[in-house]
């Protein structure tokens, strides 16, 4: 079984700032290095000095970019923010988009993939208004045992003032209003280094990045600025959009915004309440990541047996005879009542319910 404990949840909060921290001292530094490799914005948008030598994978092997690659580039920025409308993206868009245009890996395995076999657990752990801290397990060949993803949800100021009108005795509210939040854009940022050098940059062009911003093109890694998201991204993605836990977390959250006096709210889980969790789920099946062309399939797959069930039932019914009439038939088979006698009460005018009455006497 793979270990699902995810450590110490106190102090998670400053692990996750260090971590950022360390990252953004890294980017600073390279940028600042003098033989910096990095494709800044400028040069994408064509300021580019040839006596720059730089290195792309567009096209298959490493060779030194072009002028004639930096339009590709641009090309291909259009082409990954068309897939993004406005402020953010809602976490069934980033599952949906991982499945459909997937950025391959090493192997053949897609981010998606390595979410489903990999990343099994992904838990909400502290939220400060719009920001919800989740911890994620780290893949088998990590050099970390964990990983943290922060999600930001847009809509919070919205659901706040929905929940302006209700009373803190309304229990259905909070939770209601979480289950509405979950379904809204959000912006997300990850640990990792996936999502360092693949998919931050696609974050920041696309406004869905609650991260530091990330302007250098990925010219080696994602020149064709493929995918979305990393595996722990994914599997939180999974989570918020579908499982109970985040749910009554956002929804305890959102109790705490209904009664606050400035429309401000901060949640976070106690180490026994993970702990418990922990147990719960160690003999429960991981949710399955599912794209909504595998929902669609499966309600399709669902009102078919539905039909068909009804179908059945409907056969059954016209199949099955009153019940005089059973009782009638069993009656002449067994000898009980003649076919003549049924003949001449028939005749005086008995129904066959009173026939029966009276084969029960
Ligand atoms: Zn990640």
Request: charged share 30%.
């Given at each position: 079984m793979v270990n699902l404990?995810?450590?110490?949840?106190?102090?998670?909060?400053?692990?996750?700032?260090?971590?950022?921290?360390?990252?953004?001292?890294?980017?600073?530094?390279?940028?600042?290095?003098?033989?910096?490799?990095?494709?800044?914005?400028?040069?994408?948008?064509?300021?580019?000095?040839?006596?720059?030598?730089?290195?792309?994978?567009?096209?298959?092997a490493p060779r030194p970019i072009t002028t004639n690659d930096l339009a590709q580039f641009r090309h291909n920025m259009r082409m990954?923010?068309?897939?993004?409308?406005?402020?953010?993206?809602?976490?069934?868009?980033?599952?949906?988009?991982?499945?459909?245009?997937?950025?391959?890996?090493?192997?053949?395995?897609?981010?998606?993939?390595?979410?489903?076999?990999?990343?099994?657990?992904?838990?909400?752990?502290?939220?400060?208004?719009?920001?919800?801290?989740?911890?994620?397990?780290?893949?088998?060949?990590?050099?970390?045992?964990?990983?943290?993803?922060?999600?930001r949800f847009n809509a919070f100021s919205v659901?706040?003032?929905?929940?302006?009108?209700?009373?803190?005795?309304?229990?259905?509210?909070?939770?209601?209003?979480?289950?509405?939040?979950?379904k809204q854009k959000l912006a997300f940022d990850c640990s990792c280094g996936r999502h360092r050098y693949w998919f931050r940059y696609i974050s920041t062009i696309g406004n869905f990045n609650a991260g530091r911003k990330e302007m250098g093109f990925p010219k080696i890694r994602n020149p064709n600025l493929k995918g979305v998201a990393c595996k722990h991204v994914l599997r939180v993605m999974s989570e918020v959009e579908s499982s109970t836990s985040v749910l009554n977390f956002l929804a305890k959250h959102m109790e705490k915004l209904r009664d606050s006096q400035d429309n401000t709210a901060k949640h976070r889980i106690k180490q026994k309440e993970h702990d418990d969790e922990i147990k719960k789920r160690a003999n429960s099946r991981?949710?399955?990541?599912?794209?909504?062309?595998?929902?669609?399939a499966e309600r399709k797959r669902a009102k078919e047996r539905e039909s068909l069930h009804k179908k059945a039932k409907q056969v059954k019914r016209i199949e099955r005879k009153p019940t005089a009439t059973r009782r009638i038939e069993a009656a002449l088979a067994s000898g009980k009542l003649s076919a003549s006698d049924l003949e001449v009460l028939r005749r005086i005018g008995f129904t066959d319910k009173q026939v029966a009455e009276k084969l029960k006497g």
């Open positions: 404990w995810l450590g110490k949840l106190k102090g998670h909060i400053s692990e996750a700032k260090n971590r950022a921290k360390a990252d953004k001292l890294e980017r600073e530094a390279a940028e600042k290095h003098p033989n910096s490799i990095i494709l800044t914005k400028r040069e994408v948008q064509g300021e580019w000095d040839a006596s720059r030598v730089l290195v792309t994978t567009i096209g298959g990954a923010q068309k897939n993004f409308n406005g402020d953010g993206i809602t976490a069934r868009q980033v599952i949906d988009l991982a499945s459909s245009k997937p950025m391959p890996g090493t192997g053949s395995d897609t981010d998606i993939d390595r979410a489903r076999k990999q990343i099994t657990m992904a838990v909400p752990v502290s939220a400060f208004n719009n920001e919800v801290r989740f911890i994620t397990n780290a893949g088998p060949d990590s050099e970390v045992n964990r990983h943290h993803v922060l999600v659901a706040a003032n929905k929940l302006m009108a209700s009373t803190a005795k309304e229990r259905r509210d909070p939770k209601q209003t979480a289950n509405w939040l979950r991981v949710n399955t990541i599912k794209t909504s062309e595998q929902r669609a």
